[in-house]
């Protein structure tokens, strides 16, 4: 008996088994000369991204040794942001503040990837550019086709679309693979986990 239980995890295996590990690889890399600079890694994602971009920062801190920070853990500065300045800047407003350069990045996670037509996730979107025009470099593990921010990244792990009425539960949860991947591997963990 098929049960929607083993549907969704045939499909996560089927799904992972088409990701390019070769973009994996080329972000670890990135990531590596980032560190080995002492440049900064600054996380965004939006919803279920904004709380993956919290998580994140702690791995890439605690196993990695990079400084990361994600403008979302800040909530009386986003919500301020967001009320005075309006949302699609929030994250900017935090960025600009942080003196981006050349050795740094911006890494985002997003199910979609943004459009400015329709406009969904323009903090996303505007928070690219900036870093664009610092700079910084702009990496992003993205779904569906992966929107504007695939086509500013510099580097973009896409979670392949194979089941579309599914993509943000697939593309969520597989993002957390694929950076749980990043922060393992041994080109850039310099620290153990607990268990």
Known sequence: MNSFSSNFLEESSK????INFEDIDSLVLKLKELK????????CGLGGSAGHASHAV???RKLCEINAFSPSDNVSELTARANDEGWDT?????L???????????????VGGGSLTPAVSTPLIEAAKFARSMGAKVFSI????GGFINDISDISILIPNLYPER???????????????IVSH????????KW
């Open 36 to 43: 080995n600079d002492s440049g900064n890694l600054y996380i």
């Open 142 to 145: 993205l779904g569906r086709d």
């Open 58 to 60: 702690n791995d890439f």
């Open 15 to 18: 799904i992972l088994s088409n």
């Open 186 to 193: 041994p080109e850039l963990s310099s620290k153990p986990t």
């Open 167 to 181: 993509v943000t539960p697939h593309t969520e949860g597989l993002t957390a693979v694929v950076w749980h991947l």
């Open 96 to 110: 600009s503040n942080c003196r981006l350069t050349k050795k740094d990045a911006l890494l985002i996670f997003s």
């Open 90 to 94: 929030v994250f900017t407003g935090f």
